[in-house]
């Protein structure tokens, strides 16, 4: 049984910084693709990073580039997601998925964590 465990959201004042945790149990992350989405209020669900197994390629979406970096511990099957200078916009629902694409596409993607919420206030 594949499980996905998000955790460190929470709230935090525009420029600051938080580190969102990927826990992965039931699958080897090392030899697939581990992405991060997020969904704000009243908007869909839109990429935001994902890493290749090996960890050595990754991906960003235009709006975080720069200020977010994904990164993954193969020894604790964890990918973490490093947010800095964070702005009102990054506010939602954070998700951490699992898949064997490499893609943006969410749909692609066969499991998926609970969420965690960021908040990022002004």
């Known amino acids: 049984q594949v499980q996905l465990v998000e955790s460190g959201g929470g709230l935090v004042q525009a420029g600051g910084s938080l580190r969102l945790s990927c826990a992965a149990s039931?699958?080897?992350?090392?030899?697939?693709?581990m992405a991060w989405f997020r969904q704000a209020p009243g908007k869909e669900r839109e990429f935001v990073a994902r890493i290749l197994g090996s960890g050595t390629i990754t991906y960003y979406a235009y709006s975080v580039k720069g200020r977010f970096t994904i990164s993954g511990d193969n020894a604790k099957n964890t990918v973490y997601l490093q947010m800095n200078s964070l702005k009102v916009e990054d506010t939602a629902v954070y998700y951490c998925?699992?898949?064997?694409?490499?893609?943006?596409?969410?749909?692609?993607?066969?499991?998926w964590g609970q969420g965690t919420l960021v908040t990022v206030s002004s």
């Open positions: 998925a699992a898949g064997w694409l490499s893609t943006d596409n969410m749909s692609s993607y066969n499991y």
């Open positions: 039931g699958l080897t992350f090392s030899t697939g693709v």
